[in-house]
């Protein structure tokens, strides 16, 4: 299936089959595991949700200031983000709706055309998971952003609407400590300690913002995403955001 300008999902949550032993169900951590898992195609290592740009304009010089880059935007995504992720595993049957707003609310290009672009990987991969079964009984979504698409297709596959929230929410910080890996602005291990400890805050960012609806999206950090939104005219980068 090709996922162009358009992508599909939808559909109740899937049931086991009547008569099926559970037993022989493989259980849920397993399609956690493989849908956090760094080898799940989404695309998400080819983007630093604005921290290369921050980088190159000095903003972002070492382990400190990567720190509070992180809170800042674990911060935003709970405020700007997550509601997307909520309103589309709760209600799947208006993911087109809630598509559409995602687009209009994220009026930085380099963020819109990041959030499209990982969230049709994202589609794709689920599809071919699910063999098809998500495109057949879909519903065709005009840009397929990230986090309206994300909370749909796991609401389709079954998983828990925390889980599913927290998965979000994991996938985004570890994103950003793997890109200041890249980046050279910390070594391997201690992105690993400070991914560690950055657990904490974003369990608390997750508690506070976990109720919050569409009525209450708000972008939070403005320079981030002035930083972000100079991401094509830096003069070499390694990251499409």
């Known amino acids: 299936m090709e996922v162009g300008k358009s992508g599909s999902v939808g559909g109740p949550v899937s049931q086991p089959e009547k008569g099926a032993d559970p037993a022989a169900r493989p259980s849920d951590d397993w399609l956690v595991w493989q849908l956090t898992d760094s080898a799940f195609p989404t695309g998400g290592f ?4 604005g921290l290369e740009a921050a980088w190159q304009h000095g903003e972002v010089r070492g382990r400190d200031e990567l720190m509070l880059f992180v ?4 911060e935003q995504l709970g405020h700007a983000t997550l509601p997307f992720v909520a309103a589309a595993f709760d209600l799947p049957g208006q993911v087109v709706e809630w598509d559409a707003l995602c687009d209009v609310f994220i009026t930085n290009h380099v963020a819109n055309r990041a959030s499209r672009a990982q ?3 994202f589609l794709s991969a689920v599809e071919r998971l699910s063999n ?3 495109e ?6 005009p840009f ?8 749909a297709c796991l ?22 400590f793997a890109a200041a890996v890249r980046l050279n602005i910390i070594g391997p291990m201690e992105a690993q300690l400070l991914q560690h400890r950055s657990a904490v805050k974003a369990e608390k960012i997750l508690k506070q913002t976990a109720t919050l609806s569409l009525d209450d999206i708000a972008q939070t950090a403005p320079l ?5 939104a100079a991401q094509d005219r830096l003069y070499s980068r390694l990251f499409q955001s």
């Open 71 to 74: 809170e800042a935007s674990l």
């Open 46 to 49: 080819v983007h630093s949700s």
């Open 132 to 134: 098809g079964k998500m």
């Open 119 to 121: 969230g049709r990987a």
């Open 224 to 228: 981030m995403e002035i930083w972000q």
């Open 155 to 176: 609401r389709r596959l079954g998983v828990r609407r925390e889980t599913a929230m927290r998965m979000f929410v994991f996938n985004h910080f570890r994103g950003i």
């Open 136 to 141: 057949k009984r879909g519903l065709e979504i």
């Open 144 to 151: 397929a952003h990230f986090a309206p698409v994300f909370g």
